[in-house]
């Protein structure tokens, strides 16, 4: 396996893709700060830190998205290019290949997410008004409390490109599980007042992350990782979350064939 995440490291960092992504995210990061600096004058709100820090703190499916999207980005083509079948070919289980895809993208996308981070944060630390509820601790918290979920995303998206050939079935596949169903799980237990599945909703990423159930803007900002007990909820659900599409996607590729 080792030889394989050497390949795959090798390929991702001699490809322009990684290079565009990052430069692209890093620049669009501090055009964002940028103008809202450009438009400050008296009597315009939006020239201010916390404005600027609530736009990732109060979407933090944001990261969610952003790792499956790497993960289309780098494997959507891997089926029809057959190099998985090549990889095969050189004696490399499947297993191997589908959690070495996973640990590459995961790695790969923590390093574009955490410059990108960076560069937001320096920007408008020095070119924003230091007002507002919504706080860096804030945003810098929201790091921890959201990785083991964007990994468990980005597993889930690696797997749905095992199951289906076109990119549009399994990003549709994917949007299925972590948005409609978590969204219709809470409309119904709102819909026919059923408590036990409220709570179950309550777990769901989708859910707890939502404006409606963490509230962050420019009077306030609650945002639930910013409690220990809501910061724990976040990491044992992107823990429980990250082993479950884990050991399913071991189990299906075990047996689909490539």
């Known amino acids: ?15 322009k893709t990684i290079y565009i992504l990052g430069t692209s995210l890093a620049s669009l990061a501090f055009l964002t700060n940028l103008l809202l600096s450009l438009a400050a004058k008296p009597g315009f709100p939006y020239a201010t830190l916390s404005y600027s820090l609530s736009n990732l703190v ?12 790497i993960s289309l980005l780098f494997y959507e083509n891997a089926k ?75 597993i889930s998206m690696t797997y749905c490109l095992y199951i289906f050939d076109r990119m549009i079935m399994a ?20 819909g026919f007042k059923l408590p036990w599945l409220h709570r179950l909703a309550m777990y769901l990423p989708a859910n707890f992350f939502s404006s409606g159930n963490m509230p962050v803007n420019m009077s306030q900002s609650s945002p639930i990782w910013a409690t220990w007990p809501g910061m724990l909820k976040c990491l044992v659900v992107g823990i429980i979350a990250t082993i479950l599409f884990s050991l399913v996607g071991i189990s299906t590729v075990r047996k689909k064939d490539i």
Request: net charge positive; hydrophobic share 55%.
């Open 171 to 190: 990003l549709g596949a994917w949007f299925l599980f972590w948005n409609i169903i978590p969204q219709a799980i809470y409309s119904i237990s709102l």
């Open 58 to 69: 109060a979407s933090p499916m944001l990261f969610v998205l952003a790792g499956a999207l």
């Open 80 to 154: 029809k290019s057959k190099s998985i079948k090549n990889s095969i070919a050189f004696g490399i289980r499947r297993e191997d290949i589908f959690l070495g895809q996973c640990l590459i993208t995961t790695l790969v996308s923590s390093l574009v997410m955490l410059i990108t981070l960076a560069v937001y944060l320096t920007s408008a630390y020095f070119l924003l008004a230091h007002t507002g509820p919504v706080t860096v601790q804030h945003l810098v918290t929201e790091v921890p409390a959201t990785f083991f979920i964007a990994v468990a995303s980005v």
């Open 1 to 15: 396996m080792s030889n394989y995440l050497k390949s795959e490291w090798y390929r991702i960092f001699h490809t």
